[in-house]
């Protein structure tokens, strides 16, 4: 059973940078797909960026350019997260799903219909103030 614990979250002025981290137990799958996903108050969980066991990578629109994901064997997943904006604020979550039939662009763009298939963290709260 893998499970996900995410750290980082906090409170930063717009334009400032968080890095959330995610420790992954219990992984035993050379293939896999890992992502963020985020839930701002009142609306749907949305993908934010994916990365597979290749490294390949993939971002939502509103992220690319400023956030940036990364792995480490499938045992922990970052996410830099600079010039943040106060659209950013929201319930962050760390997700993992093993095998390949899942790439990243799927992960990012199927966003909350994933939900029953994927290992999720308990979430990291982030705020940006304008």
């Known amino acids: 059973q893998v499970q996900l614990q995410e750290s980082g979250g906090g409170s930063v002025q717009s334009g400032g940078s968080l890095r959330l981290s995610c420790n992954v137990s219990?992984?035993?799958?050379?293939?896999?797909?890992m992502g963020w996903f985020r839930q701002p108050p009142g609306k749907e969980r949305e993908g934010v960026a994916a990365?597979?066991?290749?490294?390949?990578t993939h971002y939502a629109d509103s992220v690319s350019g400023r956030f940036t994901i990364s792995q480490d064997n499938g045992n922990t997943l970052t996410l830099q997260m600079n010039n943040l904006e106060p659209e950013d604020t929201a319930m962050y979550y760390c997700?993992?799903?093993?095998?390949?039939?899942?790439?990243?662009?799927?992960?990012?763009?199927?966003?909350?219909?994933?939900?029953?298939?994927?290992?999720w963290g308990q979430g990291t709260q982030v705020t940006v103030s304008s």
């Open positions: 997700a993992f799903l093993g095998g390949d039939d899942v790439g990243p662009a799927y992960m990012v763009t199927a966003g909350a219909s994933l939900t029953g298939y994927i290992n």
């Open positions: 219990g992984n035993t799958r050379s293939r896999y797909c």
């Open positions: 990365i597979d066991s290749d490294d390949t």
